[in-house]
T-cell receptor
Framework: DVKVTQSSRYLVKRTGEKVFLECVQD?????MFWYRQDPGLGLRLIYF???????EKGDIPEGYSVSREKKERFSLILESASTNQTSMYLC?????????FGSGTRLTVV | GENVEQHPSTLSVQEGDSAVIKCTYS??????FPWYKQELGKRPQLIID?????GEKKDQRIAVTLNKTAKHFSLHITETQPEDSAVYFC??????????FGKGTSLLVTP
């Protein structure tokens, strides 16, 4: 199984700060994903990447960017954090037929 | 993009009863339909999936059915147990890369 590690379990940031959420996978998978999970809204795709330096917008990319400089690492960037970006962020990696999710980062923007 | 609707949002059953969760999708090109289970405080995990060339798939107490004509698929859990209590997400893929998830069903199994 692919192991997916998110660097922080909890983060508290101030409005306007630039925030980096890091995700690392320990297998050689091309595909990596960032989802946002909110109560009643399920899992919404922010961005995904199917190769190094490649990225594709998901359903809610506004206010976010991503970086994939190495195959094992996929970073989500909040350029200027806002309170409506308070959420649980889940990274996933792997083939379509079997994502592995990270444990999530609960981000609070105050 | 693909739109996945999931019902009900909450479901409460007694231990031993069956539970059914239904999902519909919008894109007829979608061809892969997994179900994920998320226990409280944990990451979502794949429990069963079905591809568009199959109508039904079963794994012990859980089964998934797919009706491509109607564009809906369902998760069936029989002989429910308290440890089945969790949030269940259906998903569909029309891209070959990313999954589009439903909003989730919170299942509570009471002893």
């Amino acid at each position: 199984d692919v192991k997916v590690t998110q660097s922080s379990r909890y983060l508290v940031k101030r409005t306007g700060e630039k925030v980096f959420l890091e995700c690392v996978q320990d297998m050689d998978h091309e595909n990596m994903f960032w989802y946002r999970q909110d109560p009643g809204l399920g899992l919404r795709l922010i961005y995904f990447s199917y190769d190094v330096k490649m990225k594709e917008k998901g359903d809610i990319p506004e206010g976010y960017s991503v970086s994939r400089e190495k195959k094992e690492r996929f970073s989500l960037i909040l350029e200027s954090a806002s309170t409506n970006q308070t959420s649980m962020y889940l990274c996933a990696a792997g083939k379509l037929y079997g994502y592995t999710f990270g444990s999530g980062t609960r981000l609070t923007v105050v | 993009g693909e739109n996945v609707e999931q019902h009900p949002s909450t479901l409460s059953v007694q231990e031993g009863d069956s539970a059914v969760i239904k999902c519909t999708y919008s894109d007829s090109a979608s061809n892969y339909f997994p179900w994920y289970k998320q226990e409280l405080g944990k990451r979502p995990q794949l429990i069963i999936d079905i591809r568009s060339n199959v109508g039904e798939k079963k794994d012990q107490r859980i089964a998934v059915t797919l009706n491509k004509t109607a564009k809906h698929f369902s998760l069936h859990i029989t002989e429910t147990q308290p440890e089945d209590s969790a949030v269940y997400f259906c998903a569909a893929s029309n891209s070959g890369y990313a999954l589009n998830f439903g909003k989730g069903t919170s299942l509570l199994v009471t002893p």
